[in-house]
């Protein structure tokens, strides 16, 4: 399996992604000091007292973040596997002497890994330098704690694995459609629906973990349903 990823990464290159994904990261940077800033922009605003809580600010942050690598990681899978797989292009794959789930596998694997790393990585950059600087000159009128700090990178991660499930349905639904177009689509409409539940739920920490268990649900029958179609496919 290492030696089929390895194969895919050197097939496809990764310097776009790695561009994609510094974009990302730079987003969310921004997007954190501009939601700190909330307050001091408009303090008539209502709603400006939630930009002072780390929580709210953090939360909203990783959704954001979720969103955006949702969609990095269908139009991933739709470069290595709707494309791959679509027109006669799949003729090559199936003459490998390697069975056609474990290329799919490695695909998959390429597909769930990158966004969510890539996410991980972005996520405590923006997350660590947001703390960092709130220690020297702070805007949050919050108290920064240790559980803030605990809670913070539990929902990093959760939202990470949720960003990475995402992009493995919407390659899903691409590869049905055998459409590159739709697996992008689909990866905006579940970025969207899953932000609003999670928005729903943003000051209760466990929702996050219980919706990264259901997209990784989601994204195992997903997963073995494109096993299925690939192992029946004729060329």
Not at 58 to 78: D, E, K, P, Q
Not at 148 to 165: Q, R
Not at 167 to 179: H, N, P
Not at 192 to 215: E, K, M, R
Request: proline share 3%; charged share 10%; with cysteine.
């Amino acid at each position: 399996m290492y030696n089929l990823i390895r194969l895919e990464i050197l097939k496809y290159r990764l310097r776009p992604w790695h561009r994609a994904a510094v974009g990302c990261g730079i987003a969310l940077i921004a997007f954190q000091y501009f939601m700190a800033a909330i307050p001091y922009l408009d303090p008539s605003e209502g709603d400006s007292a939630l930009f002072a809580s780390y929580d709210f600010l953090i939360s909203l942050n990783h959704i954001l973040g979720t969103a955006m690598f949702t969609i990095l990681g269908s139009v991933m899978g739709a470069r290595l596997i709707v494309e791959a797989y679509g027109d006669k292009k799949a003729v090559l794959l199936f003459s490998y002497p390697v069975s056609r789930k474990r290329i799919l596998g490695g695909k998959l694997l390429i597909v769930f890994a990158y966004p969510t790393a890539a996410m991980a990585v972005w996520g405590l950059v923006s997350d660590g330098l947001f703390f960092f600087t709130e220690q020297i000159f702070p805007i949050c009128r919050d108290q920064l704690t240790v559980q803030i700090l605990f809670t913070a990178f539990i929902s990093l991660i959760c939202h990470c694995v949720i960003a990475g499930a995402l992009g493995i349905q919407a390659t899903w639904l691409g590869f049905i459609k055998k459409s590159v177009s739709a697996a992008i689509v689909s990866s905006v409409i579940l970025a969207t629906v899953i932000c609003q539940v999670l928005s729903a739920g943003i000051s209760f920490w466990p929702t996050a973990a219980l919706t990264a268990v259901i997209c990784i649900a989601g994204a195992g029958a997903a997963g073995a349903d494109l096993g299925r179609r690939v192992q029946n496919m004729e060329v």
